[in-house]
């Protein structure tokens, strides 16, 4: 740790939630934007790799997409630059790896699904919710656009679900008469239901029941980044002096 502030190279600097993020980073007394990471930018660098061997940087922030995410994440870890992951498309087993390997070279990780401070208390409560009522599924929607699925804040939520227990289901999935794709995607061991249809950004449903009632939790995302940049700047200045993958906005609330 030293006293200057805290260098920041933005992968994504082009797009929706990267361009307000690398101009509140600028505007940060705190922090300094010393790179930005974009293939469609002739100012900028067209690879993390390029980016990170070019300047001095204390933290990359990767709003890309699901493609190139996890060779940024590993070209950051080898640099030993810290990372926060805005971008979705990683699995477990990626951030397992990637846990490993940032904890060998002492670099933290922060990865969230969503980085808006309404979807990390969905989280939170969701997870509380759990411990009380045993049968919950995930609905999971999204722009018609959008490549991968779920989405990251849906992923999330499922697999931070699955460390509470597993939820309750009434036919095993492998006993489901027709069409088993119906009752969507095992996560963890959540089912999660990805729509994809114009109109959405991003928006996370959990359904909990109980015999005879039931609890909807549902999060929104608008139409601008504007919940994402404050959270951001929460996780590069909280990665500073972490080791290994933190999963969670939430996680760095308390």
């Not at 030993?80 to 971008?87: A, P």
């Not at 939170?124 to 490549?147: M, N, T, Y």
């Amino acid at each position: 740790m030293t006293d200057h502030p805290i260098r920041v190279c933005v992968a994504g600097v082009t797009g929706w939630t990267g361009r307000p993020v690398a101009a509140a980073v600028e505007a940060a007394p705190d922090l300094k934007l010393v790179a930005g990471v974009s293939r469609s930018d002739p100012a900028s660098y067209s690879t993390v790799a390029e980016a990170l061997g070019a300047v001095a940087a204390d933290v990359l922030v990767d709003y890309t997409h699901a493609a190139a995410v996890k060779d940024n994440v590993l070209a950051a870890i080898a640099h030993g630059v810290d990372v926060v992951v805005g971008s979705s498309g990683l699995t477990a087993a990626d951030y397992d790896e990637l846990d490993a390997l940032a904890r060998a070279r002492e670099v933290g990780v922060v990865a969230a699904g969503n980085f808006s401070l309404t979807a990390a208390l969905l989280l939170r409560s969701a997870v509380e919710v759990a411990k009380h009522l045993g049968a919950w599924e995930v609905i999971d929607f999204a722009s018609a656009g959008k490549p991968d699925a779920p989405s990251g804040t849906a992923q999330e939520l499922a697999e931070r679900l699955d460390a509470v227990r597993p939820p309750a289901l009434g036919v095993p999935i492998d006993e489901v008469l027709g069409a088993r794709e119906a009752r969507g995607a095992t996560v963890g061991s959540t089912q999660v239901h990805s729509l994809r249809l114009p109109s959405f950004v991003v928006s996370t449903e959990v359904v909990f029941a109980a015999d005879g009632e039931r609890l909807s939790m549902r999060h929104d995302a608008g139409e601008s980044a504007t919940p994402y940049v404050a959270g951001t700047l929460l996780a590069i200045r909280a990665v500073r002096g972490r080791v290994g993958v933190t999963r969670g906005l939430d996680r760095l609330l308390d």
